[in-house]
């Protein structure tokens, strides 16, 4: 009977849909509000004046979107398609774009004048119109073609009208999964004292830097509310017999309430202890235990204040929220599974005899150098350990102790930062397809995450990439079936690659290929998979899809073995060099040609220009070759994205026609 417990606390912290009292992140107008909620049947949510049940949220997968729709018992939120989202957004695109130059330089809005009289529709009306079930996007419509100076704003007043009457006609709900990341960037968006001010990627690097995987003993010390005790247990993940403690001085322990956010099972529950750092330490050191008093504070002042409510946990009772959420955060307190018990004994007197195989420190109240003093000798031989603080000052002090007393080796200080960068070719768009269960929340323009469920392991990911593409392909021609003259072409691409020119032209210049590749001059390996264009022609799209399809074929009856990575390419390879008139040599010169592959008209574009990659090896990114479209960034690569994006940006080069999307974490060093 424990086993088949057991068993269903697995399925249920591991499954891709939501459950009755399980906990969940829910992402309201594309970040405008972030509310986390316990689903059940009597749980709202409050959007606006009103109240709405979330009983319509259980059992649906993460990522799904919501809206609200009124029926016979009221307004309620409904599950959207992605199909139907889609073809919105497809919709409002279409509206204006055929002159969309021509109106940015007609319009302006100087002779506006904000009387409230330009809009004829009147509350009353739209209150008729929602008792008679009208949708809210319809509502919108409405007061868009009731609106008497619509049509003489600009495009951006257009479509910054649009979206305000959407958030507050047609909200959007997306129900999100609380990881490490998400509860991180959720509470550093709104409470970033509340966790020490620590930020998503800085979590990452701890992780990293203290080494945390299964099996791991983890020592931790945590005054960020259980955000590093959850992100640690959440990265052992349940397996084997790690387990983490979480320690404190005094009495009292510290404050973990958000790792009750992480729907964590019985098993990875249990692997979460706590333990006083006095009982921790042996008795002969308990001396120096008492110099260590809870209230020490050695960073002064200002940053005193700064973390003031860290170990207030999540919310407090008498904690009210801006946006009025208390009441359901309070209502994720209850039947929980319980992490965080006492240590015990036994638990003790082995970590006391082999030591702790990790260290990580968040704690910005107290003294850095005093409390790493007495928490090493706690760890075996060799053991990382990592030490976050907001301000530099506590680490250097820290540092510069510890190479005096000799105590530790590989000393460096980091200070994380994250940047983003985007400049969009004209009228593109950017379209992620990834797993349903990840958590990917982006809320840019023209940059849309697309769900296709499948098989994404690390060993089946290549596959599970190719059956994307011909998901994909199957949803443009349902919707070409219906909008035929609607043709938008498709390049798809790994999500290392910039993309440094335009590559609309591409489609002008060669007009009669159905989909493109890029070749170099290697015998076994002469295609790359990074980048693959498709015309968006009904004919197109259906003969790539099918060369697709018999690409995936060949990948699983000759080469899966090599389904974890190369195997896609080898599986190409093959496809083409099959075909009896195809001849290997044109591979050897860097011009573009035309090949019909299997019934396909196949373009096969040189990788020198549409799919270059630096050299291996190289320490800084010394710039790349005029005619350079499409730079790829393969393997140990992807450090210099960053330093080429810098070095792009700074020549002279016109930047108004040009695609590149980098997310890159880095970090400076301060060397001592």
């Known amino acids: ?141 409405a007061l868009i073609a009731n609106s008497s100076t619509f049509e003489n704003k600009t495009l951006f007043s257009q479509e910054k009208y649009r979206i305000k009457k959407q958030k507050k006609y047609a909200p959007k709900v997306i129900l999100r999964r609380p990881v490490a990341r998400s509860i991180c960037e959720a509470y550093f968006k709104k409470y970033p004292s509340r966790i020490g001010f620590l930020r998503v990627d800085t979590l990452s690097l701890l992780l990293s830097f203290a080494n945390i995987s299964a099996n791991s003993e983890a020592l931790v010390v945590d005054m960020v509310g259980g955000l590093l005790t959850g992100a640690v247990a959440e990265r052992m993940g349940g397996t084997g017999t790690g387990q983490v403690c979480s320690t404190y001085l005094g009495k009292t322990p510290y404050s973990i309430e958000i790792v009750r956010i992480f729907n964590f099972g019985n098993d990875i529950c249990k692997s979460i202890l706590k333990a006083s750092l006095q009982d921790l330490m042996t008795s002969s050191s308990s001396t120096e235990n008492g110099s260590l008093d809870q209230n020490d504070n050695g960073t002064g ?95 250097a002090t820290c540092m510069h102790n510890l190479q005096l007393e000799k105590m530790a080796i ?36 023209g940059v849309t995450v697309y769900p296709i469920q499948g098989e994404y392991s690390r060993d089946k990911l290549m596959l599970q990439r190719i059956r994307s593409y011909i998901a994909f392909l199957e949803t443009r021609l349902q919707e070409l079936s219906r909008r035929p003259d609607y043709v938008k072409h498709y390049i798809f691409t790994d999500s290392d690659i910039a993309v440094v ?109 549409y799919n270059w990659t630096p050299p291996e090896g190289a320490g800084q990114f010394h710039g790349m070759p005029l005619d350079v479209k499409v730079v790829h960034f393969k393997g140990s690569r992807k450090r210099l994205m960053l330093e080429s994006w810098n070095f792009f940006s700074s020549s002279s080069s016109d930047l108004s026609d040009m695609l590149c999307l980098v997310l890159k974490s880095g970090r400076t060093k301060y060397d001592f």
């Open 1 to 141: 009977m424990a086993d088949d417990g057991n068993t269903k606390s697995s399925l249920v912290e591991n499954s891709r849909v939501t459950w009755e009292g399980c906990s969940v992140l829910l992402d309201i107008n594309d970040g405008d509000r972030l509310v986390f909620a316990r689903l059940s049947a009597g749980a709202t949510l409050k959007i606006g004046n009103k109240n709405y049940s979330l009983k319509h949220l259980i059992n649906c997968p993460f990522g799904s979107v919501f809206s609200v729709e009124t029926g016979s018992e009221g307004s309620y939120l409904t599950r959207s398609s992605p199909s139907s989202l889609e073809g919105k957004n497809n919709a409002q695109e279409n509206n204006g774009c055929e002159s969309k130059k021509d109106e940015s330089l007609s319009k302006d809005n100087r002779a506006l004048v904000d009387d409230n009289k330009a809009q004829t529709l009147t509350g009353e009306d739209i209150d008729a119109m929602r008792r008679e079930g009208v949708t809210g996007d319809d509502i919108v419509e």
């Open 410 to 445: 590989g000393l460096q200080i980091s200070e994380p930062w994250l940047r983003e960068y985007q400049v969009t070719m004209p009228q593109s768009n950017v379209v992620i397809l990834t797993d349903p269960a990840s958590d990917l929340s982006i809320s840019r323009n």
């Open 501 to 609: 020119d335009n590559l609309g032209s591409l489609f002008h210049d060669f007009p009669n290929f159905h989909l493109a590749l890029t070749f170099r001059n290697n015998k076994d390996q002469p295609l790359n998979s990074g980048f693959i264009a498709v015309r968006g022609t009904v004919d197109g799209i259906s003969r790539a899809k099918i060369f697709l399809q018999r690409v995936l074929e060949v990948y699983k009856s000759k080469y899966i073995n090599a389904s974890r990575m190369l195997g896609d390419q080898l599986a190409l390879a093959w496809v083409v060099k099959s075909h009896p008139s195809f001849d290997t040599r044109r591979f050897s010169k860097p011009q573009p040609f035309l090949e019909d592959v299997g019934g396909a008209s196949v373009l096969f574009l040189p990788c020198a220009v």
């Open 301 to 395: 002042g200002d940053d005193s204040s700064n973390m003031k409510g860290v170990q207030g946990g999540l919310l407090d009772q008498n904690d009210q929220t801006p946006d009025g959420t208390s009441q359901v955060m309070r209502s994720c307190n209850k039947s929980v599974n319980k992490a965080g018990q006492k240590a015990p004994k036994e638990a003790i007197k082995l970590w006391k005899e082999n030591g702790f195989s990790s260290l990580i420190v968040a704690a910005p109240d107290l003294d850095t150098w005093s409390l790493v003093k007495d928490l090493l000798p706690l760890l075996s031989n060799s053991a990382p350990f990592a030490i976050y603080h907001q301000f530099l000052q506590p680490l």
